[in-house]
T-cell receptor
Framework: GQQVMQIPQYQHVQEGEDFTTYCNSSTTLSNIQWYKQRPGGHPVFLIQ?????EVKKQKRLTFQFGEAKKNSSLHITATQTTDVGTYFCAGKAAGNKLTFGGGTRVLVKP | EPEVTQTPSHQVTQMGQEVILRCVPISNHLYFYWYRQILGQKVEFLVS????????KSEIFDDQFSVERPDGSNFTLKIRSTKLEDSAMYFC?????????FGPGTRLTVL
């Protein structure tokens, strides 16, 4: 079945630094979504990417969808303590089923 | 802002007992989902529901699980005979199109 892998599993970042988390799917996706889950919270939708090579920005967050629609990345610039949480990518191949990656847990050092 | 609600927030049950987890999706949404998340692990898809029937389900969603939309507002997940490994956070989600809105979850503990 479809698998979605994310690296790194953990990301320790100094406040103010940048980092990137990567997502790879075993199958071609119709779209990819990104969610953020704060500790003890529930996943919250961040963005959806649909087109091959698409790039979207939300303030300090930049999301990219690969040309082959099998991979994606999330880049955060000037990390803040409010960025703490787990970032999940979730791929949709067909239908409405979302397959989540394992997540990147982000810890910010002040 | 409309949100998905779930009850109870925490359910403790004995192995072998039946549990029903309840969700109230956002009112104008047509697609409903259940996911589970074992502590510290990824979110796993269980089932999606549309037009009063299951549209997709995962390998996890075996005969012990069932879903129902008993009225116009509630969406329930029933686990017939709970096992220790069913202990997890269960999230309900709903969507109008693509973006899925998750509820706060029910933490199920099976003893």
């Amino acid at each position: 079945g479809q698998q979605v892998m994310q690296i790194p599993q953990y990301q320790h970042v100094q406040e103010g630094e940048d980092f990137t988390t990567y997502c790879n799917s075993s199958t071609t996706l119709s779209n990819i979504q990104w969610y953020k889950q704060r500790p003890g919270g529930h996943p919250v939708f961040l963005i959806q990417l649909v087109k091959s090579g698409e790039v979207k920005k939300q303030k300090r967050l930049t999301f990219q969808f690969g040309e082959a629609k099998k991979n994606s990345s999330l880049h955060i610039t000037a990390t803040q303590t409010t960025d703490v949480g787990t970032y999940f990518c979730a791929g949709k191949a067909a239908g409405n089923k979302l397959t989540f990656g394992g997540g990147t847990r982000v810890l910010v050092k002040p | 802002e409309p949100e998905v609600t779930q009850t109870p927030s925490h359910q403790v049950t004995q192995m072998g007992q039946e549990v029903i987890l309840r969700c109230v999706p956002i009112s104008n949404h047509l697609y409903f989902y259940w996911y589970r998340q074992i502590l510290g692990q990824k979110v796993e898809f269980l089932v999606s529901f549309y037009n009063n029937e299951i549209s997709e389900k995962s390998e996890i969603f075996d005969d012990q699980f069932s879903v129902e939309r008993p009225d116009g507002s509630n969406f329930t997940l029933k686990i017939r005979s709970t096992k220790l490994e069913d202990s997890a956070m269960y999230f309900c989600a709903s969507s109008a199109r693509s973006e899925q809105f998750f509820g706060p979850g029910t933490r199920l503990t099976v003893l």
